[in-house]
Nanobody, 118 residues
């Protein structure tokens, strides 16, 4: 199984920046995709960005393109989400997800709160 721990959330003013981190441990060699998702109150969880572990392929939600960047540090088994030009509508709990090969279930982190407010 894979364990994920997110960090880096907090309160930031509109236009500000935050960087989220997701550290993976356990059976990390089965992971083929890492992603960030978010869920605002009363809304469904939505994809923010994903990164394919064995290629340079990334994918972003239209609402964050040009503002957010997903990256990874393989040596640290950590995936990052750099969030710039934050807007109040970016406020949500952000979750990290690891998708695994061989039919293994997805793993989710505990979530980290991001609040964008003046």
């Amino acid at each position: 199984q894979v364990q994920l721990v997110e960090s880096g959330g907090g309160l930031v003013q509109p236009g500000g920046s935050l960087r989220l981190s997701c550290a993976a441990s356990g059976n990390i060699f089965t992971i083929h995709t890492m992603g960030w998702y978010r869920q605002a109150p009363g809304k469904e969880r939505e994809l923010v960005a994903i990164n394919r572990m064995y290629s340079s392929i990334t994918q972003y939600a239209d609402s964050v393109k040009g503002r957010f960047t997903i990256s990874r540090d393989n040596a640290k088994n950590t995936v990052y989400l750099q969030m710039n030009s934050l807007k109040p509508e970016d406020s949500a709990v952000y979750y990290c997800k690891a998708s695994q090969r061989n039919g293994l279930p997805d793993s989710w982190g505990q979530g980290t709160q991001v609040t964008v407010s003046s």
